[in-house]
């Protein structure tokens, strides 16, 4: 049963109901947000496909809020470069098919690049190929307007959300203020280590350096001195 799991790719990490709830209701919110916004803009199925990106977006933000790929400059510099290259290709590619490959496929390299990775941005770049006459007509104007405006309404909703929770603040700098270093501590593990170790991994690893060395110190005991509320964490949620 273990091997089947880890085939199939099941996590195995538990979150207390309250968790959980909590990233449902900030999606809520965030998707709530957006359609307002994106709603001022364009209307029928051009607005729910501009929409359906964001929802992708609002599942990292919420449900994942201090993974890498759903940081600020992931959200806002993912989603405008996708755009841009989802409208460059709309305009030069003539076969739709072919526009939309080159779209997704130059986003994702963009992205990488400028390390914005965030996967909802593969679905603006595409929705910039495939969306109906409006978004056509738009043309860069789109990535204004409603792409870079969506995502910046959303980031907004998810710093906002997120800010009573000390747990689970974002943007992920946010959510364990530093404390004091203790005279004659050291990390548990070296700075430099660290980015040496994941660089050898050559892929992208959806976790942020903080919250690896927090599961470090977690698994052996040690606190780190520049991690506030650990404790306080795991004893307020109960796994399920």
């Not at 809520?28 to 359609?35: N, P, Q, S």
Request: hydrophobic share 45%; charged share 15%; aromatic share 8%.
């Amino acid at each position: 049963m273990d091997r089947i799991r880890h085939l199939l790719g099941i996590d195995t990490a538990a979150t207390s109901h309250h968790e959980k709830w909590i990233s449902g209701i900030g999606g809520f919110c965030g998707i709530l947000a957006i359609f307002v916004s994106s709603g001022l803009f364009f209307e029928g199925i051009d607005h729910l496909l501009i929409v359906a990106s964001m929802g992708a977006s609002a599942v990292l933000l919420f449900a994942v809020p201090h993974s890498p790929l759903a940081q600020p400059w992931n959200v806002l510099v993912g989603h405008v470069i996708s755009a841009v290259i989802g409208v460059t290709c709309s305009k030069w590619i003539p076969n739709q098919w072919l526009a939309g490959a080159v779209a997704v496929g130059g986003a994702i390299t963009a992205m990488h690049y400028t390390k914005s990775i965030h996967p909802p941005g593969g679905a603006s770049a595409l929705v910039a190929v495939v969306g109906g006459a409006s978004i056509q007509q738009a043309g860069y104007l789109y990535v204004l307007q409603p792409v870079a405006l969506n995502a910046l309404t959303i980031v907004i909703a998810a710093l906002l959300y997120n800010l009573p929770f000390d747990w689970r603040r974002y943007p992920q700098a946010l959510a364990r203020p530093p404390r004091p270093v203790s005279p004659g501590t050291r990390e548990a593990i070296p700075h430099e280590n660290l980015v040496y170790a994941l660089s050898q991994i050559d892929s992208l690893v959806d976790i942020s350096e903080d919250d690896l060395l927090e599961i470090y110190e977690l698994a052996t005991g040690r606190p780190h001195p520049q991690k506030g509320g650990a404790d306080r964490r795991r004893t307020s949620r109960s796994p399920s």
